[in-house]
C-alpha cells in the first residue's frame, strides 16, 4: 500500500453476527492481499449501513467502503423493506457522492443460502464486495488521471 493511500471503512450489520463476522473476514483478506489497511465499524444491522457510509464519505478519510450484511427473509414484508431499502440507499451514495463502495449485503430466503454465499470457502461474497470497492478505487484513478 502507498503510505498515503486512505485506508477502506468496513461497515458490517451485525444482526446476524457469525455471518457478519465471515464476510468481514472474506473482505479483510481480500483488502490486506491487495495491500490496503482497513477500519471496521459494526451497525445493529443492514439498514444502518448506508447512513454510517454516509457519515464516512463526509469525513473524506476513506478511500472507499465496503458494506457487509445480511437480510434473511421472515414471515412478514420487513425483509423487503430492509433488503431494498439498504441495497438502495448504497446505490443511491455510490452514484450521488461518486464513492467506491463494494456491496455485500446478503439478501436470502434463509441461513443455509445465507451461509454458502458468505462462506470463505463458497461464495466468500465478503472478498468480492471488498473486491468490487477496490475495482471502483481503481476506476476512479483511472477516470481522474491518476
Known sequence: MAETQKPILIVEGLFYQELADELRAGATLALEAAGFSHEVIG???????????????QSKKYA???????????????????????????????????????TGILTVENPDQAWARAARDKGNKGARAAEA??????????LSGK
Open 43 to 57: 451497525v445493529p444491522g443492514a439498514l444502518e449501513v448506508p447512513a454510517v457510509i454516509a457519515m464516512a464519505i
Open 64 to 102: 472507499g467502503f465496503v458494506a457487509l450484511g445480511t437480510v434473511i427473509r421472515g414471515q412478514t414484508s420487513h425483509y423487503d423493506y430492509v433488503a431494498g431499502m439498504s441495497i438502495r440507499a448504497l446505490q443511491d451514495l455510490a452514484i450521488q457522492k461518486r464513492a467506491a463502495i463494494g
Open 133 to 142: 470497492c477496490l475495482s471502483l478505487i481503481g476506476a476512479q484513478a483511472k
